[in-house]
Nanobody, 126 residues
């Protein structure tokens, strides 16, 4: 079965960094787009950044452009989210999700993503 597991969250001070990992199994890795999403208490689920695993194309949300970098190690079936210059408003549970796109495009819409990991908590103190 398709499984995704996000890890690497933790508690950091504003301005600090974390690297999240999304370990995937059970599917043909490069047929998919992987998206990172986050949800803070009382807020809607928000797209953070996306990567096409067929060619490595990346699509960050404007809110994290220049601070967060998404990347993949296809040999390890793992996607990373390097988060720098963290702000308190980045505090959320971060999820990775997979959308079957065959490298033909991506969607920022959470409802398009078929598979979800359980998420990892990121807390940024002020």
């Amino acid at each position: 079965e398709v499984q995704l597991q996000a890890s690497g969250g933790g508690l950091v001070q504003a301005g600090g960094s974390l690297r999240l990992s999304c370990a995937a199994s059970g599917f043909t890795f490069d047929d998919y787009t992987i998206g990172w999403f986050r949800q803070a208490p009382g807020k809607e689920r928000e797209g953070v950044s996306y990567i096409s695993l067929s060619d490595g194309g990346t699509y960050p949300a404007s809110s994290v452009k220049g601070r967060f970098t998404i990347s993949s190690d296809n040999a390890k079936n793992t996607v990373y989210l390097q988060m720098n210059s963290l702000k308190p408003e980045d505090t959320a549970v971060y999820y990775c999700a997979a959308d079957l796109t065959y490298g033909l495009g991506y969607s920022p819409e959470p409802d398009e993503y078929e598979y979800w990991g359980r998420g990892t908590q990121v807390t940024v103190s002020s």
